[in-house]
């Protein structure tokens, strides 16, 4: 909802500050007071075109602040969490300031966004409704989502658009497997050829770097032997560390017993060494029968290692990569021997999905067409009242070709208007004068109040050439829609004006040097007078003020 509206330095207009409150808010005042400036104003907050000619002559800057109460489950909220923009308050305010120059800056709470972004926010806050009005009821692609609000529900809507990505997922796998088939089919020679290879030579994982090791070691398998030699002459020999670990051990051992325990450490430490050392010797005896037995010769490793890296290089890849790409060829060689059958699994697959979609779909088109006939009824049942008897209104569904279906479903929604008998149906903002049109939407907006999401309603000029009994009609849905909504109505009609839950009168002062407009809210006292005078015109008569409070105590 709407809670208030700061101006700063916007055309006839200095400073103004207005707070607004639910129900039925009515601005009055003279042809060329304001009215339309403060509709501007609010559309310059709500991210609309910003024009250098909104900045009042002589001030460098002009400003807009619109202060909203938003739910917390308000689909603006999430809209500003993706955006970044926490906002722990109930409170959020939507900020625009206009260079003379005629550029602008948006913000919300403060925080800098784009003027698209707040754009978004204004439309999912604010709805104008007029002749003027771009967004909205006179907007087509809102109409699928209003109706399927009014009468579908989430969860046939929420099943189709699962349906669908199903469908598109699959088909996008089956798309992706044909190309790869026919890539495959394009190189078939090759793939053959390049698998004989790989299955001949049959590498093996980590085998480049065994290779690379048994390599290395019996290129220095001389080396190696004669040090491995060399090794167990010093632990093994006649002078060797063994039987000099073992004599040191035998001749502390006789005496161990005579040194008070001062020596069982010591010995027990060349016992260690001693059985350490014996295994130093079989690991040495072993390592050197190894050198001795190898079945490879140095020529052959080579050969098989260098053979790896040439067909690695000719494939460009790794040699570690090779039982891995050996693999990836083998499946495409297995696809085509397979003659395509995983495509055609894909085939039946997506076949089911689309089956699946169709069905979800025909129930969405199905529960459409009837919140169509009850939506039209029910429009159809207010516009006789509003001096519309001749009008009709339909809710049209146009069937899409297949291209452009998607997650919505497989029609295109759109309201239409036709405003002379016999005359065929078109779209809203096509066919219906400005006055005309204003008094369509207040009647779609009354059938739709429980429904939409949008807090706060404008509407401009929907008393535009009605008076008398059609614009007490017209004040009483204004009414009974303030019941559901916020509602900010410009009206020249007493009518209107006597509903108002909350009334504000805009002026204009003129002096020597500038005009001026400034906007009053009215006490019950003021709004009698400002009714009167829409009712008699500049001069307020008494009769003209019987007939406001006659007028004011009716609507009560």
């Given amino acids: 909802m709407l809670l208030g509206l700061s101006i700063r330095e916007i055309v006839l207009i200095d400073k103004l500050d207005l707070a607004f ?23 310059l907050a709500l991210g609309m075109r910003a024009e250098s000619g909104l900045v009042r002559h002589g001030a460098e800057q002009a400003s807009v602040a619109a202060e909203f109460d938003l739910e917390h489950d308000h689909p603006a909220r999430r809209l500003l969490d993706d955006a970044g923009i926490s906002s722990v308050n109930d409170i959020v305010v939507l900020r625009r300031v206009v260079g003379a120059d005629g550029r602008s800056r948006a913000f919300v709470d403060d925080q800098p966004v784009s003027i698209g972004l707040l754009r978004q926010m204004g439309e999912m806050l604010v709805e104008i409704e007029g002749q003027f009005a771009q967004h909205g009821l006179l907007d087509p692609a809102t109409h699928r989502e209003i109706l399927d609000e009014y009468g579908v529900g989430p969860r046939l809507t929420d099943q189709l658009a699962i349906a669908w990505g199903v469908w598109r997922k699959l088909a996008a796998e089956r ?38 090791g048994e390599r290395a070691l019996l290129a220095n398998r001389e080396r190696l032997a004669d040090a491995l030699e060399a090794a167990m002459r010093e632990l093994s020999g006649e002078k060797g560390g063994e039987r000099a670990l073992s004599a040191a051990a035998h001749g502390l051992e006789r005496l161990k017993d005579k040194a008070g325990g001062r020596l069982d450490a010591a010995v027990a430490a060349l016992e260690r060494a001693i059985a350490e050392t014996n295994d130093a010797i079989t690991e040495l005896e072993a390592a050197s029968r190894s050198l001795g037995h190898g079945g490879t010769s140095l020529e052959a490793i080579e050969e098989r290692l260098f053979a790896l890296r040439a067909l690695a290089r000719k494939h460009n890849t790794t040699v570690e990569n090779l039982p891995s790409f050996g693999a990836e060829i083998a499946a495409k060689v297995a696809a085509l021997d397979n003659g395509g059958n995983s495509i055609e699994g894909l085939k039946r697959r997506e076949d089911d999905a689309r089956k699946a979609y169709i069905a979800a779909a025909d129930a969405v088109t199905k529960a459409r067409a009837t919140a169509a006939k009850k939506l039209d009824t029910a429009v159809m049942k207010e516009l006789s009242p509003l001096k519309l008897d001749k009008a009709r209104f339909q809710t049209a569904l146009a069937p899409l070709a297949e291209r452009e279906w998607g997650d919505h ?33 207040l009647a779609l907006k009354v059938v739709l109040a429980k429904t939409a999401s949008v807090p706060t309603l404008v509407f401009d000029e929907v008393d535009s050439g009605i008076g008398g009994a059609t614009a007490a009609a017209v004040g009483e849905r204004l009414h009974r829609l303030a019941q559901e909504r916020q509602v900010l109505v410009i009206t020249h009609s007493p009518q209107v004006a006597a509903r108002a839950s909350h009334h504000w009168r805009v002026a204009k002062s003129d002096s020597k040097t500038r005009s001026l407009t400034k906007v009053e809210e009215l006490d019950a006292d003021a709004r009698r007078e400002e009714i009167a005078r829409m009712l008699s015109g500049s001069a307020v008569t008494a009769e003209a003020r019987a007939a406001a409070v006659s007028l004011m105590a009716g609507v009560r």
């Fill in 21 to 43: 409150r639910p129900g039925l808010c009515v601005l009055t005042g003279e042809t060329g007071a304001g009215k339309s400036i403060l509709l501007d104003a609010l559309g």
């Fill in 175 to 212: 798309e992706a497997a044909e190309t790869e088939f026919a890539r495959a089919r394009a190189d078939e020679d090759f793939l053959r050829h390049a698998l004989a290879e790989i299955e001949t030579l049959a590498p093996q994982p980590g085998e480049e770097a065994t290779l690379a």
């Fill in 409 to 441: 479903g497989r029609e295109r929604i759109q309201f239409e208007i036709a405003t002379i008998a016999g005359a065929p149906p078109g779209p809203l903002n096509k066919v219906a004068s400005g006055g005309e049109l204003a008094r369509f939407m």
